[in-house]
């Protein structure tokens, strides 16, 4: 079965800083797709940014951007110029090429922005 | 487009009741998973239909059911609720593909007392 595994349950970073957050993930699939999602106090779950696995490039999307490290099966998270808005549980999630298994979803990352 | 709705948003049940939640998908998605989220297990994949057919299940007793109708709506059904139950419980929907988005709803608050 596939896991996911956020190690840092809380983060907490100064306003217009930089922090990253950390995923790793195990599976034996060679296609697939990875995710982060941000949930905000209010509950709805937002992507963020997402990954295919057949690529090498890194996603980007504004001031948030990956570092995938296939062969470590590691999908880092990295939020540029940290904004008051970016407070939220940011997940890491993983689904397999047919989609059909669902999101796999690791425990959470509490981000904090200090002003 | 309208966005992923859900009912009720809160729900307060006991124990060994059933309960039966509802989510309508965003036009023209007809793939519609669910999710249970709670405080010690995080989110779990239940189950996921597409074109009103079950695609595949998580690892949840059989008190947990769904369906998926011809509009590509859906519910899900808890049968003798227990307290472990409370829970929220997320849809989310997509374009066929796994590599698209899924859309989640705002959610059910379930408590079971």
């Known amino acids: 079965a596939q896991t996911v595994t956020q190690s840092q349950p809380e983060m907490s970073v100064q306003e217009a800083e930089t922090v990253t957050l950390s995923c790793t993930y195990d599976t034996s699939e060679s296609d697939y797709y990875l995710f982060w999602y941000k949930q905000p106090p209010s509950r709805q779950m937002i992507l963020v940014i997402r990954q295919e696995a057949y690529k090498q490039q890194n996603a980007t999307e504004n001031r948030f951007s990956v570092n995938f490290q296939k062969a470590a099966k590691s999908f880092s998270l990295k939020i540029s110029d940290s904004q008051l808005g970016d407070a939220a549980m940011y997940f890491c999630a993983y689904t397999s090429g047919g989609g059909a298994d669902g999101l796999t979803f690791g425990k959470g990352t509490h981000l904090i922005i200090q002003p | 487009k309208a966005g992923v709705t859900q009912t009720p948003r809160y729900l307060i049940k006991t124990r060994g009741q059933q309960v039966t939640l509802s989510c309508s998908p965003i036009s023209g998605h007809r793939s519609v998973s669910w999710y249970q989220q709670t405080p010690g297990q995080g989110l779990q994949f239940l189950f996921e239909?597409?074109?009103?057919?079950?695609?595949n299940k998580g690892n949840f007793p059989g008190r947990f059911s769904g369906r998926q109708f011809s509009n590509s709506r859906s519910e899900m059904n808890v049968s003798t609720l227990e307290l472990g139950d409370s829970a929220l419980y997320l849809c989310?929907?997509?374009?066929?593909?796994?590599?698209?988005?899924?859309?989640f709803g705002p959610g059910t608050r379930l408590t079971v007392l």
């Open positions: 239909y597409f074109s009103e057919t079950q695609r």
């Open positions: 989310a929907s997509r374009e066929t593909g796994a590599h698209n988005e899924q859309f």
